[in-house]
Structures are given as structure tokens and as C-alpha cells.
């Protein structure tokens, strides 16, 4: 996949950024930088499986807003995204009761789509691929990070294979158990919420349409993603032992409960693939240490009720991608990584509050409170011009 470079500097391992991390968010941090002209070294552990049609659909996907769009198009990455395959969505559904729901839509905005349905390890390749075309760009994979060193101009790696690596900036894209944030000395508040998650493949008996939609329930919301063809992804949010208990299920069980349990309107499908994993909060307490920076799920993880996760972690990339740009030759000032946390972390912390009261407010059957819920969701879906604010927060267009 990667092409081995060497890059001229003042030592041969000596780079701009270090860059730890090949997912989504540093894939991406690494081709807006090298597009600036920085040197980079990409350091990971394993690289994702080649793209092949005949593949079945991954179940890790992402809700990709507009303005993510726009920054993979920005780095190079789109083109490669189109020729492999991506699912658009123009409407968006919530509701708990029927007859209570709020709905968005494209047309409300004047916008092709609201986004696009995306497999996560597809949008890892494409900004792979397009990694390729920087000869100021090079990798260390498989590697891993074994220590950190700092002063108050550069940072150093050691690999696990003995090289060691030298720059100006190393940024920590590796997720959310950085161990590069760790090896900073940058603690993380957490919060485990009383649910797992179960992402289910399914093949549907018609094509999709472009829709995406969600039901609460007491137990936890029930979502529908729309997948390319006759493909949809569903989300089961329920407590622990229920979903251990789903996981447990062979694939023809498994479809017998999600007729039971999510919505008619899901139509006729047949289970092909299943996952499950428990719901974490996590924010860094810093964004920054010295020569350090965090961005993406190393710096903060959300709910992924809304599935903004990735979102997030693309403004980080433009966040300091720019910050870096604009600095011009004053691109190592330390300041810039202090400028960068005040102005992610405010938007960051804004969208895990969100979500935070989302699943606080709908996580229980009181009937007060049910009703009061259910009247919000009627009146969000007349609000006019704080409806379509808030769905153009939500895909980053303010």
C-alpha cells in the first residue's frame, strides 16, 4: 500500500509532524499537511484490507456530514471514495410515539444530501490511496510507539523496530486508548454508560431508500442506516446483558428478535453480520502537551447516538491543518497547539453535552416525562429557523 520514501531533511529521520495513527483522522491530518508542503511520517500498526466489490459490507460505518465531505474532497480522498461505493441520505427520522417524530431533509436546506452512509475502512483507504501521490510522506507500518521524548522544540519516537523519529509536532491520532497520549502524561476524564451497542448487517428484500431513521425506547434507541443497494445497517442500543445476550444468537435468531423489537416499517431482511461494543464517554483533559497534540477519538469519544464521532474528528484535522497553514514560518510556535484546544474543545464539549441529555431524557419510561418528550419532538419538528440551525450545526455548515 505505502511506498517507502526518504525524505530530505537535516537527519534522515528528522520530519515536520510525526503522525501516530493511519485511521480516518490521521490519514487524513497527513495528506492536508503534506498538501501544505510539510514533511511527515506516518507511523501504523496494521493496515486495513484492500477494497474488493464482491466484499461483504463492513459493520463499522459513519454518518459522513457536508462539511467532511468537503474535507476529504480537500485532501484528495473523494474521487477514490466514489469509485468504491457509499450510500447517500437525503432525510433524517426520530421519533419515540408515533405520531411525535421529527424529521429532516435536504430540501429544507437546498442541499443534494443531508451525507452519506460510509464504511469506515473505505474512507481509510481512499486517504490512503491518495497518500500514494506525496513523496513528503513516510510510513512506518506495521510499527509501533515505544517511548516519548520532549524539550521545548521538538518531540522524539522510538519504534518498536529501533528507529527513532524526530519532529517539530507529533500529533496523536490512535484512537481512543492513545497510548502516544498516554505517554504524553495527558489524563482522560471517562464516563461508561449504562449501554452496549449492536451494529447488525442486513440484506433487505428491496433497495434502500434514502432515509435514515431512529426510535427511542426505554431500553435504548433502535437506528436504521441506509447501506448501497439491498444493505442496511441497524443500531441496537441496550443495557449489557441484553446485548450480550443478542450476540449470543446465531443470525436467524437474531432476526426473529429485530422483528419483534424495531419498527414494520424495516420490511422484509436477513441478518449477514453482527458486532457489539459498550458506550464510553472520554475527553482529555488537555488537548496538548509540549510537542503533542491530540485530535479525533485520542482527544475526546461521544455517544454515538448521532453518530458525529468521526465528524468531530474531521474538524479536528481542519482545525489545525489550518492553524498550521495560516501560522506561515511561525507553524512551531507552541502557541498554536494552545489555540487549537480553545477552539475545539468548546464545539466538542457542546456535542457530548448534546448527547449526554439526549440519552438522559429518553433513557427511562416515566410517564411525565415520556409526555414531555414526545410534545418536544412534535414542536422541534415545527421550530422553522432553530430546526434547520440546528441541522446545519449538525453538519457542520455553521
Not at 120 to 141: G, K, P, V
Not at 209 to 218: A, S
Not at 297 to 315: E, M, R, S, W, Y
Request: glycine residues 8%; negative net charge; contains cysteine.
Amino acid at each position: 500500500m505505502f511506498a517507502k520514501l526518504d525524505v530530505p531533511s537535516q537527519r534522515p529521520n528528522d520530519a515536520d509532524v510525526i503522525i501516530v495513527g493511519a485511521g480516518m483522522v490521521g490519514a487524513a491530518i497527513a495528506c492536508l499537511l503534506a498538501s501544505q508542503g510539510r514533511s511527515v511520517r506516518l507511523i501504523e500498526t496494521r493496515l486495513p484490507e484492500p477494497f474488493s466489490p464482491e466484499q461483504p459490507l463492513d459493520l463499522r460505518v459513519s454518518a459522513i456530514s457536508q462539511a467532511s465531505v468537503a474535507l476529504l474532497d480537500k485532501a484528495g480522498a473523494w474521487q477514490h471514495l466514489q469509485q468504491m461505493r457509499l450510500c447517500p441520505y437525503r432525510r433524517l427520522e426520530t421519533w419515540e410515539q408515533a405520531g411525535c417524530a421529527t424529521r429532516f431533509s435536504a430540501e429544507e436546506l437546498g442541499l443534494p444530501q443531508l451525507g452519506y452512509i460510509i464504511e469506515n475502512r473505505l474512507i481509510q483507504l481512499a486517504l490512503l490511496r491518495r497518500i500514494e501521490d506525496f513523496a513528503n510522506i513516510q510510513t512506518h507500518t506495521p510499527a509501533a510507539v515505544q517511548s516519548l521524548q520532549q524539550n521545548g522544540d521538538h518531540a522524539t519516537l522510538l519504534l518498536d523496530d529501533g528507529t527513532e523519529l524526530q519532529a517539530s509536532w507529533v500529533l496523536a491520532c490512535d484512537g481512543a486508548e492513545s497510548l502516544t497520549r498516554r505517554l504524553a502524561g495527558i489524563g482522560v476524564s471517562r464516563f461508561e454508560y449504562r449501554q452496549h451497542c449492536m451494529l447488525i448487517n442486513i440484506d433487505t428484500e428491496f433497495e434502500q431508500e434514502d432515509i435514515t431513521w431512529q426510535q427511542f425506547t426505554p431500553s435504548g434507541p433502535r437506528a436504521f442506516l441506509p447501506l448501497p443497494g439491498q444493505h442496511g445497517s441497524l443500531v441496537w442500543y441496550d443495557s449489557p446483558a441484553r446485548i450480550r445476550a443478542l450476540s449470543a444468537l446465531d443470525n436467524e435468531a437474531l432476526a426473529a428478535e429485530v422483528r419483534q423489537h424495531f419498527p414494520t416499517r424495516l420490511g422484509g431482511f436477513r441478518v449477514t453480520g453482527k458486532g457489539s461494543f459498550p458506550l464510553v464517554r472520554r475527553h482529555a483533559n488537555d488537548y496538548h502537551a509540549g510537542r503533542v497534540v491530540l485530535l479525533g477519538d485520542a482527544a475526546h469519544t461521544i455517544n454515538p447516538l448521532a453518530g458525529q464521532g468521526v465528524n468531530l474528528g474531521f474538524k479536528d484535522v481542519a482545525c489545525w491543518s489550518e492553524l498550521l497553514e495560516a501560522a506561515g514560518d511561525n507553524w512551531q510556535d507552541p502557541a498554536l497547539a494552545r489555540r487549537y484546544e480553545r477552539r475545539r474543545r468548546p464545539d466538542n464539549m457542546l456535542m457530548q453535552s448534546g448527547m449526554d441529555l439526549f440519552y438522559a431524557a429518553f433513557s427511562n419510561d416515566i410517564g411525565p416525562l415520556r409526555l414531555a418528550r414526545n410534545l418536544a419532538l412534535n414542536l422541534a419538528d415545527k421550530a422553522g429557523p432553530l430546526k434547520e440551525m440546528a441541522l446545519r450545526y449538525a453538519l457542520g455548515l455553521v
